[in-house]
T-cell receptor, first 111, second 113 residues
């Protein structure tokens, strides 16, 4: 399973766009990139998943360059309720679905 | 989206006793379920992979005789912490895998006194 590296923490203000970058230099051909959000004392919540280029849903966008060695989660116009830990995971979801969590990025949104 | 439940959400037990945590997929069948534990201010640590009808696969360093996992049906997996000790106090989270996605339960807070 590919190891991921993310910033430990980030600060932002309400209304701003937040971009969290994740490095995964050893990503394998069959690996997908998945981002989860976790609030204290809750299970992780799926945000977005992608394989290459750009993926967008109602809450976020995921940008993946051609070499796939990194990815960037983009949260548009964050609010206080977006304060959470964000995890980037890489794995072959078509196989066992096994995911190994890295340290995650603690995002603090300030008023 | 798919829903995974855990029961209980919170449990306090005395040292030396055993505690069972249930993980259910409510509206889908999951051939594979995963169990994680999370200590305060830390990331989730995968404990084991549970496949319906077969023995669980434990990650390195996780004692299989202490953390008993049973996956009796496609919608239910249980984790039993045997002879619990204060150092087993943690947040236990399960997830169910289907259609290329993992759906996580809300977690169970275990406190061993």
């Amino acid at each position: 399973l590919a190891k991921t590296t993310q910033p430990i923490s980030m600060d932002s203000y309400e209304g701003q766009e937040v971009n969290i970058t994740c490095s995964h230099n050893n990503i394998a051909t069959n690996d997908y990139i998945t981002w989860y959000q976790q609030f204290p004392s809750q299970g992780p919540r799926f945000i977005i998943q992608g394989y290459k280029t750009k993926v967008t849903n109602e809450v976020a966008s995921l940008f993946i360059p051609a070499d796939r060695k990194s990815s960037t989660l983009s949260l548009p116009r964050v609010s206080l309720s977006d304060t959470a830990v964000y995890y980037c995971l890489v794995g072959d979801v078509s196989n066992t679905g096994k995911l190994i969590f890295g340290q995650g990025t603690t995002l603090q949104v300030k008023p | 989206g798919a829903v995974v439940s855990q029961h209980p959400s919170r449990v306090i037990c005395k040292s030396g006793t055993s505690v069972k945590i249930e993980c259910r997929s409510l509206d889908f069948q999951a051939t594979t379920m995963f169990w994680y534990r999370q200590f305060p201010k830390q990331s989730l640590m995968l404990m084991a992979t549970s496949n319906e009808g077969s023995k669980a696969t434990y990650e390195q360093g996780v004692e299989k005789d202490k953390f008993l996992i049973n996956h009796a049906s496609l919608t239910l997996s249980t984790l039993t912490v045997t002879s619990a000790h204060p150092e087993d106090s943690s947040f236990y989270i399960c997830s169910a895998y289907t259609s290329y996605e993992q759906y996580f339960g809300p977690g169970t807070r275990l406190t061993v006194t």
